[in-house]
């Protein structure tokens, strides 16, 4: 069992992966902002973190680079976005 974050900003594509993610027996916690997701961080010890990358108060890449300073999970970045420069991106800052 894992302790996992969800930070996505769509809460219909929020609840489908925290509910997928619950039935398979893990511990969820979701957030749609970057301020709720670093209070969730601070109080709940994280295994695993999946977030978006376009979020309503900033950007998740920066979100990944403040987890990488501070604290040890694994991290994917989930987002519409498709080019290589935005994966190139995503592991430059952090992302598994």
Known sequence: MMSILVVEDDENVNRGI??????????????????????????QKIDMVICDINLPDGNGLD?????RQQYKAYIICLTALD???????GYEAGAD
Request: no cysteine.
């Open 18 to 43: 925290t509910f997928s993610l619950e039935k398979a027996g893990n511990i969820v916690f979701s957030s749609v902002t970057i301020k709720a997701a670093k209070e969730i961080v601070k109080n």
């Open 63 to 67: 979100f990944i680079k403040w987890m």
């Open 83 to 89: 080019q290589e420069i935005d994966q190139v991106m």
